[in-house]
């Protein structure tokens, strides 16, 4: 059974850069067959998807984000990782990694850690 | 504002049938495939639809999803108080980049 798990600060001051990692166990992340997505959900409010990457290393960014948003993997560790840069008290939400079906506008996220939250606040 | 347009609430009795739309454009739900995910207050979503109708292994078939030129609709038959959830369509978008996925704003279901 894959699962994956949110890790980083819980905290993060306004203007300094958001970074978590992902950890994916009971499977490959260089299986192949799969894409590896960030998403944020604010409090109260809807889905957001930040970004994907493949183990090849090629990611694909929500255009809205994409000036800030870093995604990379490390197969060696079997994880991938998020860095959101210059942020602000609106990137406060709850952080989930995701497991997306490698099939063109599929949109399928099948597997899903159990989020994190984190709090940009000075 | 959300790319997807759902409903914000639905309601129904336990027992009944309820339906939740999901309304995009020709950029999305008109040429991309429809996720629908179920969010039980406090976790993380659950892939409930894929493929615009299709099950994971594991999710009642009280649950079916279609699709029908820029719309999607989620079906819930045999309502129980355990749906009670917020639901989610989710698709791929081209409108400003190959690749984007959006999502609805969700739709709240309440089992009366």
């Known amino acids: 059974q894959v699962q994956l798990q949110e890790s980083g600060p819980g905290l993060v001051k306004p203007s300094q850069t958001l970074s978590l990692t992902c950890t994916v166990s009971g499977g490959s992340i260089s299986s192949g067959s799969y894409y590896w997505s960030w998403i944020r959900q604010p409090a109260g409010k809807g889905l957001e998807w930040i970004g994907r990457i493949y183990t090849s290393g090629s990611t694909n960014y929500n255009p809205s984000l994409k000036s800030r948003v870093t995604i990379s993997v490390d197969t060696s560790k079997n994880q991938f990782s998020l860095k959101l840069s210059s942020v602000t008290a609106a990137d406060t939400a709850v952080y989930y990694c995701a497991r997306e079906s490698m099939r063109k506008g599929a949109a399928a996220f099948d597997y899903w850690g159990q989020g994190t939250l984190v709090t940009v606040s000075s | 504002q959300s790319v997807l347009t759902q409903p914000p609430s639905v309601s129904a009795a336990p027992g009944q049938k309820v339906t939740i739309s999901c309304s995009g454009s020709s950029s999305n739900i008109g040429n991309n495939y429809v996720s629908w995910y179920q969010q039980l207050p406090g976790t993380a979503p659950k892939l409930l639809i894929y493929?615009?109708?299709k099950r994971p292994s594991g999710i009642p078939d009280r649950f079916s999803g279609s699709k029908s030129g820029t719309s999607a609709t989620l079906g819930i038959t045999g309502l129980q108080t355990g749906d009670e959830a917020d639901y989610y369509c989710g698709t791929w978008d081209s409108s400003l980049s190959a690749g984007n996925v959006v999502f609805g704003g969700g739709t709240k279901l309440t089992v009366l």
């Open positions: 493929d615009n109708n």
